[in-house]
């Protein structure tokens, strides 16, 4: 989901969220100023909540393919995304030696 064009980004909430906290800690505002920012300080804690949600669901629809890679919404950031093909065990290391076709015993 885009962010609106005047909604903070998760870490500027947070800090104005512990800006706000720290402020009616003090215990100096008055009444409706506490209000005032009471209110902003929900608003602030649904955003950062919906945000969280949000990002929950996104990594929990990334899943990895065979090669280890992250597949699905999006990468996670930071994650090295370079192709490198998947580790092979030994026993189709012996199969690819032997020509691909079942060992004759008879």
């Known amino acids: 989901m885009a962010q609106k ?4 980004t998760f870490e500027s909430a947070l800090e104005r ?3 706000i ?4 800690e003090n215990g100096d505002l008055p009444l409706e100023d506490l209000i ?5 300080g929900l608003r602030l804690i649904r955003s950062c909540s919906e945000r969280l949600d949000e990002a929950e ?15 699905g919404l999006a990468p996670i950031p930071g994650e090295n995304t370079s192709s ?5 065990s030994a026993t189709e290391e012996d ?9 004759r015993l008879f």
């Open 5 to 8: 064009k005047n909604t903070p």
């Open 84 to 88: 490198t093909p998947p580790e092979t």
């Open 36 to 40: 005032v920012a009471y209110e902003e």
């Open 95 to 103: 199969a690819s030696a032997a020509g691909d076709s079942p060992a």
């Open 57 to 71: 669901k996104r990594l929990e629809t990334i899943t990895r393919d065979a090669a280890g890679q992250p597949r």
């Open 17 to 19: 969220l512990e800006q």
């Open 21 to 24: 906290a720290a402020r009616m």
